[in-house]
C-alpha cells in the first residue's frame, strides 16, 4: 500500500480564497483524522470520521472549516474563506486497529 | 477525553549517550499510548505502541518504551543515540478498543551533538 496519499503537498493562497485539501487513506481503514499542526499551538485534532460519518468535529475551528468523506477512500478538508491564521500543515491520518498512519502533511500559506 | 502531557520541549543529548523523553497522559480507564517521531518536513512515523500486556514496548530504531500505570508514565528511551535520532518526538494516547480517538503531546525536540 502506498500509505495516506495527501495533495497538494504545498498550497499557497490569498486571504479570501476557498482552500481544499485531499486525502486518501490506507485501503481497509476505517478511521481517518485531520489534524493541524502549528508552532504555537502543536498537532490539533480537527476531526475524525469512523467509517465516513463524522465522530467528532468539536476540534474544528470555526465554521469557514468543513470536512466531508464522500467515501471509504477519500476525504477533503475545505477552508472558505480562508485566512491568515489558517497557515499551518495539515495532515490526515488513517487507522484501523489504534496506531494512526500519517500522510505527509500538506502545508498551507495563507498570504 | 483523554490528554497528554510531554514536560520537556527540547532535549540536547551527545551522540552515543542515552536517552529518556518523559510522557504522561490522563484517561480514566486503560490507553492506548503511542510515541511517533517526525523529522523535518515529514510525517509522523510509529515508532511504537502499548495496547496491554508486557509494559515494557519494544520498537524501530532501538527505541522503547515503559507503560507506568501508577505514574500515568509512558516515557520513551534509548540506551545509544546516534545523530540520525535528531528529530520532534510526539507522545500520544487513544481511548482504546473500540474508540480510535487520539490525542497528542506538544512534542520534545531533539537535538544530538557530535
Known amino acids: 500500500d502506498a500509505g495516506v496519499i495527501q495533495s497538494p503537498r504545498h498550497e499557497v493562497t490569498e486571504m479570501g480564497q476557498e482552500v481544499t485539501l485531499r486525502c486518501k487513506p490506507i485501503s481497509g481503514h476505517d478511521y481517518l483524522f ?16 469512523n467509517n465516513n460519518v463524522p465522530i467528532d468535529d468539536s476540534g474544528m475551528p470555526e465554521d469557514r472549516f468543513s470536512a466531508k468523506m464522500p467515501n471509504a477512500s477519500f476525504s477533503t478538508l475545505k477552508i472558505q474563506p480562508s485566512e491568515p491564521r ?17 500522510g505527509q502533511g500538506t502545508r498551507l500559506t495563507v498570504v | 477525553a483523554q490528554s497528554v502531557t510531554q514536560p520537556d520541549i527540547h532535549i540536547t543529548v551527545s551522540e552515543g549517550a ?4 518523559r510522557c504522561n497522559y490522563s484517561y480514566g480507564a486503560t490507553p492506548y499510548l503511542f510515541w511517533y517521531v517526525q523529522s523535518p518536513g515529514q510525517g509522523l512515523q510509529l515508532l511504537l505502541k502499548y495496547f496491554s500486556g508486557d509494559t515494557l514496548v519494544q520498537g524501530i530504531k532501538g527505541f522503547e518504551a515503559e507503560f507506568k500505570r501508577s505514574q500515568s508514565s509512558f516515557n520513551l528511551r534509548k540506551p545509544s543515540v546516534h545523530w540520525s535520532d535528531a528529530a520532534e518526538y510526539f507522545c500520544a494516547v487513544g481511548a482504546g478498543e473500540g474508540n480510535n480517538d487520539m490525542r497528542f503531546g506538544a512534542g520534545t525536540r531533539l537535538t544530538v551533538k557530535p
Open chain 1, 86 to 102: 489558517d497557515s499551518a500543515v495539515y495532515f490526515c491520518a488513517s487507522s484501523r486497529t489504534g496506531e494512526a498512519f500519517f
Open chain 2, 18 to 21: 542515552s536517552l529518556e523523553l
Open chain 1, 34 to 49: 485531520w489534524y493541524r499542526q502549528t508552532m504555537m499551538r502543536g498537532l490539533e485534532l480537527l476531526i475524525y470520521f
